[in-house]
C-alpha cells in the first residue's frame, strides 16, 4: 500500500514551531524581547530543568551504581534495563517539556522493537541494552544536570538583577522606612542612597533587562540541541524513514503513471484500433 504523505510545513521535525511571524526591525524586536512570551516560556524551561535534573541524575546514577554492583549476579542485568526504560521514559517528558515550552517539534525515536518485547522478558532485555537510544537516554540524564544547573544559575542571576536594579528607585524608600539601612545594597556598589547612584542602576538594570532574554534565548538553543541529538531518532532511523518516504512517493508516481498510460491506451488506441 502507498505511503501517504503530509503536506510539507514551515515546522518540520527539529525546527521550532510558533515564533518569528514575519520579520521585524531589529531595534523593536530588541526592546519588545523581555515583554514577549516566548521570553518567559524558555525562562520557565531554564527554571524548571534544574531541579527535575537533580532528581533525573540522582535516579540514574543511583540505579546505574546497583546495577553494576550486581552485575555479578542474575539481578544486576535486568535492573540496569530497566534503568534504561526508565531513561526512556524520562526522554518523553523531556521531549513533551521541550515541545511545550521551547515550541520544538522533537520526533519521538524508534522504539524497542515489537517482536523482541513480545519474545518474553529477557528478549525485552536484551533489545533495551542493544539499543543505542536507550543508551543516549541514559546519556542525556546525566549530562543534563551540570547543564542545568549553570543555564539556571546564569539566567535567574541575570534575571532577577536586572529587575532589581531598573525598579530600586520604586522600592528604595521602603529601607530608610522601615529599616536601619538606607537604601538597598549591591554587593561591592554599597548602599544605593542618592539620586544619581539610583539613577544609574536604574539604567544598569535596564540594560540588563533588555539583554537578559537574548541570553535566555541562546542557554534555551543548547537544550534544544541537547533534546535532538540526544533524545531523537538517530541518524540511521532518520536516513530509514526518508528512504521509505521516497519509496512511497515513487510507488505513487509509478501507480499514476501506469493509470495514464491505461487510461490513454484505453481513450486513444484501442479506439482507433476498434
Do not use: K
Not at 546495577?67 to 526512556?88: D, H, K, M, N, Y
Not at 551540570?146 to 534575571?159: D, E, G, H, L, Q
Not at 538594570?205 to 534565548?217: D, H
Amino acid at each position: 500500500m502507498a505511503t501517504a504523505h503530509r503536506a510539507p510545513s514551515d515546522a518540520g521535525p527539529g525546527r521550532t514551531a510558533g515564533y518569528g511571524d514575519g520579520p521585524r526591525n531589529p531595534f523593536s524586536a530588541f526592546l519588545l524581547a523581555p515583554l514577549e512570551n516566548r521570553t518567559y516560556r524558555e525562562f520557565l524551561y531554564l527554571l524548571t530543568g534544574f531541579p527535575l535534573a537533580i532528581v533525573t541524575f540522582s535516579w540514574t546514577v543511583t540505579m546505574v551504581s546497583v546495577s553494576a554492583g550486581l552485575l555479578i549476579t542474575f539481578v544486576g542485568i535486568p535492573l540496569l534495563a530497566l534503568t534504561l526504560a526508565s531513561c526512556r521514559g524520562i526522554g518523553a517528558f523531556e521531549r513533551a517539556r521541550a515541545r511545550g515550552l521551547l515550541h520544538l517539534d522533537a520526533p519521538d525515536p524508534e522504539p524497542v522493537s515489537a517482536v523482541q518485547r513480545s519474545s518474553g522478558l529477557m528478549a525485552w532485555v536484551g533489545a533495551l541494552l542493544r539499543s543505542g537510544t536507550s543508551w543516549r537516554h541514559l546519556l542525556y540524564t546525566v549530562v543534563y544536570f551540570p547543564w542545568a544547573t549553570a543555564a539556571f544559575t546564569v539566567s535567574f542571576v541575570f534575571w532577577a538583577t536586572g529587575w532589581a536594579l531598573l525598579l530600586s528607585p520604586a522600592y528604595h524608600w521602603v529601607f530608610d522606612a522601615y529599616t536601619d539601612q538606607p537604601g538597598p545594597e549591591f554587593g561591592d556598589w554599597g548602599y544605593l542612597d542618592s539620586a544619581p547612584e539610583l539613577a544609574v542602576a536604574s539604567l544598569a538594570g535596564l540594560v540588563l533587562v533588555l539583554l537578559t532574554p537574548w541570553l535566555i534565548r541562546g542557554l534555551a538553543q543548547v537544550d534544544r540541541l541537547l533534546v535532538l541529538g540526544l533524545l531523537g531518532p538517530s541518524r540511521l532511523a532518520e536516513r530509514a524513514q526518508e528512504l521509505e518516504s521516497d519509496r512511497g512517493a515513487v510507488v505513487d508516481t509509478a501507480a499514476a503513471d501506469l493509470r495514464r498510460i491505461e487510461r490513454d491506451l484505453h481513450d486513444g488506441a484501442q479506439a482507433r484500433l476498434v
